[in-house]
Nanobody, 120 residues
């Protein structure tokens, strides 16, 4: 599975952005869990939001609850992250992650990342 993020950019505090993560490859239909992470230089990558296939259950980091919304369009093999009320502390490189079935096993992969910069 190949993952490609898009939608990052520069926005003022209080603004919005929507990130996309497009999955492709022969096993992309076997993806059962997708998530967004973010990373600031010198710090560990942190989970922002995640979505489970099937029931579509979601979970969010406390820092983004009520502001960010994760969703997935299975027909397009694309995951989204709608980010509203952005704050300077949301500035980071955002990565998408997917977990998919390979027979009885699972595999995981990352996108290349997209930069989000929020100015004060």
């Amino acid at each position: 599975v190949q993952l490609v993020e898009s939608g990052g950019g520069l926005v003022q505090a209080g603004g919005s952005l929507r990130l996309s993560c497009a999955a492709s490859g022969g096993t992309s239909s076997s993806i059962y869990y997708m998530s967004w992470y973010r990373q600031i230089p010198g710090k560990q990558r942190e989970l922002v939001a995640a979505i489970t296939d099937g029931d579509g259950s979601t979970n969010y980091a406390d820092s983004v609850k009520g502001r960010f919304t994760i969703s997935r369009d299975n027909a397009k093999n694309t995951m989204y992250l709608q980010m509203n009320s952005l704050k300077p502390e949301d500035t980071a490189v955002y990565y998408c992650n997917a977990i998919w079935r390979v027979g009885f096993l699972s595999n995981t992969g990352w996108g290349q990342g997209t930069q989000v910069t929020v100015s004060s």
